[in-house]
């Protein structure tokens, strides 16, 4: 019977290890004690730092990606901008603008006035481009040299680039008149319209628009000029005269050396109608020679000192010997001579008048009046301040005279105190009886 009993007892016992598992032998299937509630409240929940960092990874993804597009879409319509703006084009208009300020200035240049001056001008700049590329989208899609610009291919809209155009000429027109001068901005502003709303689509009317095309490069100058002298004169024609005639040449030269691209975009120069390119070549030299004197004539009309007409005449020689060799043998090597030296040209030329300019006469003759105009009105003032002075000097010794000769005090006694003196003033009448 003890052997039945231990035997079911050691049976028992290995039941009861394989349900439960033995923790030494098999500790995966070991059953762990349940803990108390006291333990399990007053024990630190273990949560695991993974979804923390994998949301954080991806707010730092998100904020750098929101930074990247960001840094993206400013990057460009930054680049369509500067396109639309054709912004070395403008750089040159500011260039001319810049010199006529200075030739207009009188011995002392306002820098401040400069730099709002060519800040101007170069939003005006930028909108007539801009508005130029607005209306010439299907013909610059046509040109090769034209294809890639952000309306052509599409890469800004018309309606944005227009709403862009309109505000950067507003502003920069608004800018001339409010720290220039009225002139000015009417110089700016009439420029503009001769740019886009005339020149524009008589590119592809006549081939007239070459010659109205030199007259809007040739404002910039007298713009600048007018800012700096508030009018203008005879002097201030100098250098528009200049601008005038060079870009003739300038852009006969181009417009030989892209007849094909032009005639593609339906555009109307001389050279199609001159298949030889002499008749290019001879309007080219012709304006050459018209520049000839004006070296001269800046001498003569008190601009620059005579080193400068030396000078004026050695380039533009120079420049005509190109275009002579343009007309003697017509061909792509002659041409792009001939607008290589043009593009060396007038830089050298304005350099040139810069660094021999007079002080405009005029613009002195203006500060001396202006100056003579306040000195006098300190002078006035000074005068009637003296006269004011001398008037109450003369008040004073009226009032100190009448208080002299003033009538003689009786003294009578006044009841009850008769012994208390009044004085009493006696009136002239009674004085005199």
């Known amino acids: ?96 603008s810049g010199a006529g300020y200075v030739l207009g200035s009188g ?11 060519c800040t101007g001008t170069m939003m005006v700049a930028a909108s007539a481009n801009t508005l130029n590329q607005v209306f010439e989208i299907k013909n610059d899609a046509k040109m090769k040299r034209t294809m890639r610009r952000p309306l052509p291919s599409g890469r800004i809209s018309p309606v944005h680039a227009a709403m862009w155009a309109t505000t950067v000429g507003t502003a920069g027109t608004a800018l001339l008149a409010c720290k220039a001068n009225d002139l000015a901005a009417g110089l700016a502003a009439s420029n503009l319209i001769l ?51 060079w870009q003739l040449p300038h852009f006969m030269a181009l417009a030989y050396l892209c007849r094909d691209d032009y005639l593609a975009g339906g555009y109307r120069m001389l050279s199609f109608a001159d298949p030889t ?49 343009f007309v003697l043998a017509p061909s792509q090597k002659s041409a792009r001579r001939m607008f290589h030296g043009s593009l060396l040209y007038l830089p050298a030329l304005m350099a040139g008048l810069i660094l021999h300019r007079l002080p405009n006469d005029q613009k002195e003759h203006n500060n001396i009046h202006q100056t003579s105009e306040i000195a006098g009105v300190l002078r006035g003032a000074e005068l009637w301040d003296e006269e004011e002075r001398a008037r109450q000097k003369q008040e004073d010794l009226k009032h100190s005279r009448r208080a002299q000769s003033r009538p003689p005090v009786a003294y009578a006694s006044v009841a009850p105190f008769p012994f208390l003196p009044v004085p009493v003033y006696v009136s002239p009448e009674a004085h005199e009886l």
């Open 1 to 96: 019977m003890w052997r039945g009993g231990a035997t079911a007892a050691s049976a028992a016992r290995a039941l009861r290890s394989r349900m439960l598992g033995d923790p030494i032998h098999h500790p995966s299937t070991a059953i762990l004690p349940i803990p108390s509630a006291r333990a399990a409240c007053s024990a630190p929940s273990a949560v695991s730092p993974a979804p923390i960092v994998a949301e954080a990874a991806a707010a730092s993804v998100a904020v750098s990606s929101g930074a990247r597009s960001a840094s993206d879409v400013l990057r460009h319509y930054g680049s369509c901008y500067w396109e639309l703006s054709k912004a070395r084009l403008s750089a040159l208009v500011v260039a001319t």
């Open 107 to 117: 011995s002392i240049v306002d820098i401040a006035g400069l730099c709002y001056t």
């Open 195 to 245: 740019y886009a709303f005339v020149y524009t689509p008589l590119k592809q009317i006549h081939p007239v628009n070459t010659w109205v095309g030199a007259v809007v490069g040739a404002i910039p100058p007298l713009l600048g000029w007018a800012a700096a002298a508030s009018e203008v004169s005879v002097n201030s024609m100098i250098l528009p005269a200049a601008l005038y005639f």
């Open 277 to 325: 390119g002499k008749r290019t070549a001879w309007v080219s030299l012709r304006n050459c020679l018209y520049m000839l004197p004006l070296g001269l004539f800046a001498y003569n009309w008190g601009l620059t000192s005579e080193w400068f007409s030396f000078e004026a005449s050695l380039l533009t020689t120079g420049l005509a010997i190109g275009a002579l060799s």
